[in-house]
């Protein structure tokens, strides 16, 4: 079992950039796959990014597509998010998910571990 602790999350002009953190604790990081969602207020939660457990495959949404970038350290046990021209429709709180699967991380399904989340908000 992966917990997971996000971090990063802030207010930013929109054009800017922030850098969201996902801490797992947990001996088995490494195997696991991870992502990224995110939910805006009235809206589903939906898919950001995905990464498998060696780094060497990611998937994006098409909404994030260029401007994001996810990464991983399985030594520091820590996945990234660099999200780069943010604009106002990125508002909204992220949270960090972790699975053996690269379909569960991309899909969410049958995943009921979300931690808090971290609020980014970026202004027009």
């Known amino acids: 079992q992966v917990q997971l602790v996000e971090s990063g999350g802030g207010v930013v002009q929109a054009g800017g950039s922030l850098r969201l953190s996902c801490t797992a604790s947990?001996?088995?990081?490494?195997?696991?796959?991870m992502g990224w969602f995110r939910q805006a207020r009235g809206k589903e939660r939906e898919f950001v990014a995905s990464?498998?457990?060696?780094?060497?495959?990611?998937y994006y949404a098409d909404t994030v597509e260029g401007r994001c970038t996810i990464s991983r350290d399985n030594a520091k046990k820590e996945m990234y998010l660099q999200m780069n021209s943010l604009k106002p429709e990125d508002t909204a709180v992220y949270y960090c998910?972790?699975?053996?699967?690269?379909?569960?991380?991309?899909?969410?399904?049958?995943?009921?571990?979300w931690g808090q989340g971290t609020q980014v908000t970026v202004l027009s």
């Open positions: 998910i972790a699975d053996p699967s690269m379909i569960v991380v991309t899909t969410g399904t049958n995943f009921d571990s």
């Open positions: 947990g001996r088995t990081f490494s195997s696991y796959c």
């Open positions: 990464i498998s457990w060696s780094g060497g495959d990611t």
